[in-house]
């Protein structure tokens, strides 16, 4: 015999709510995150071009699933940000390290603040629930 007690209308439109409020949570956060892949493309190639590292542009990928941002890049990128390079002092090309924390920052910012009531409505409304 099966126990488990049958679900009311009330208990039914509480879960099916709270699945789409999930939905749309998971909608927007995956919107910002591909509209921070943007800005941070878009900073990276305006520091880069011109630069004897503008090669390093085809080697930065950013990829967005679901709600997980994902950025490949080659490891001189990474180190460009550095005041010595091979022990010689130089102009750093601030492509890596500030530009991660100015993106993130930006990004928590509309995750916090940004997610309003006419935002959920209308995100509800593109997705038609």
């Keep these: 015999m099966n126990n ?5 209308n009330s208990a039914v439109a509480l879960l099916k709510s709270r699945n789409n409020l999930e939905k749309i949570q998971n909608l927007y956060i995956q919107r910002n995150l591909e509209a921070m892949a943007e800005e941070w493309a878009d900073a ?3 520091l880069l071009t011109g630069s004897q590292f503008a ?18 890049h080659s490891e001189t990128q990474r180190f460009i940000d550095m005041k010595k390079w091979y022990g ?9 390290n500030t ?23 209308q995100i509800a409304q593109t997705i038609e629930m």
């Design 4 to 8: 488990v007690p049958a679900l009311d």
């Design 44 to 46: 990276q190639s305006k």
């Design 55 to 72: 090669d390093l542009l085809n080697k930065s990928k950013f990829k967005v699933t679901g709600t997980t941002l994902s950025h490949s």
């Design 88 to 96: 010689r002092k130089r102009k750093p090309i601030k492509v890596h």
């Design 99 to 121: 530009q991660l924390y100015i993106t993130m920052n930006r990004l928590l910012f509309r995750l916090r603040y940004g997610f309003t009531r006419a935002v959920r409505e």
